[in-house]
C-alpha cells in the first residue's frame, strides 16, 4: 500500500502561479496529476516516472510542469499561467498499471478566478 498526500492548493487570479505536491508513504515509480471539475471526468493533466520523463495533457503544455524528488518521494505540480478553466480538484495518483493507477491522494481544491 502507498499512501499520498496532496498539499498546495488553494485561490488564486487568472494569470497567477500555484504549486502542488504530493508526498508518497514509499518510493514509487510512475506518479501523476489528475484533475475533475465539476459535472466533468476526471483526466489526466500530467504523469511523470521515476528517472524524469514526462507527459502532459495538451490544455496544459507550456504552462505546467511536473517534477519530482525521488529522495523525499515528493511530487510537484508548478502551475503558472492559470485559467479560469484550470479550476478543479487535482489529484495525485501513483503505481501505474497499464491505464490504470492503483493509488490515489484525497484531492486538493484549485480555484482560479477570472
Known amino acids: 500500500q502507498v499512501q499520498l498526500v496532496e498539499s498546495g492548493g488553494g485561490w488564486v487570479q487568472a494569470g497567477g502561479s500555484l504549486r502542488l505536491s504530493c508526498v508518497a508513504s514509499r518510493s514509487i515509480c510512475s506518479m501523476s496529476w489528475y484533475r475533475q471539475a465539476p459535472w466533468q471526468r476526471r483526466v489526466l493533466v500530467a504523469e511523470i516516472t521515476s528517472n524524469g520523463i514526462t507527459n502532459y495533457a495538451d490544455s496544459v503544455k507550456g504552462r505546467f510542469t511536473i517534477s519530482r524528488d525521488n529522495a523525499k518521494n515528493t511530487m510537484f505540480l508548478h502551475m503558472n499561467s492559470l485559467k479560469p478553466e484550470d479550476t478543479a480538484v487535482y489529484y495525485c495518483?501513483?503505481?501505474?498499471?497499464?491505464?490504470?493507477?492503483?493509488?490515489w491522494g484525497q484531492g486538493t481544491q484549485v480555484t482560479v478566478s477570472s
Open positions: 495518483a501513483a503505481g501505474k498499471r497499464g491505464l490504470r493507477w492503483d493509488y
